[in-house]
């Protein structure tokens, strides 16, 4: 059984940059295609990014396509997820999930492995 690990949420301002990192507990995540999602209070999860096992394909969300990037290290076992122009709105708990299935597909199935989550805050 694999366990995902977020960091790297805090309190920033709007218009700065924030880069979330994943790694994985009991399993290399390299064996994995990963994908971020994030919650805020009252609203649905939505999915953001995925990336496949190999890094060579990745899936965005029209909304954060152009301010948010998905990549990932292989030999150091980590997914980020860089942010920039950070708004208010994007204040939210930031998940990171992973399966065995295509990037494409994180934006309409449950994945199989999900972690905690780390916030991030935006204020004005």
């Known amino acids: 059984q694999v366990r995902l690990v977020e960091s790297g949420g805090g309190e920033v301002q709007a218009g700065s940059s924030l880069r979330l990192s994943c790694v994985a507990v009991?399993?290399?995540?390299?064996?994995?295609?990963v994908a971020w999602y994030r919650q805020a209070p009252g609203k649905e999860r939505e999915f953001l990014a995925a990336i496949s096992w190999s890094g060579a394909a990745d899936h965005y969300a029209e909304s954060v396509k152009n301010r948010f990037t998905i990549s990932r290290n292989n030999s150091v076992g980590a997914v980020y997820l860089e942010m920039t122009r950070l708004k208010p709105e994007d204040t939210a708990l930031y998940l990171c999930?992973?399966?065995?299935?295509?990037?494409?597909?994180?934006?309409?199935?449950?994945?199989?492995?999900w972690g905690q989550g780390t916030q991030v805050t935006v204020s004005l």
């Open positions: 999930a992973a399966d065995y299935n295509p990037p494409v597909s994180f934006e309409v199935r449950v994945p199989d492995h």
């Open positions: 009991g399993r290399p995540l390299s064996d994995y295609a």
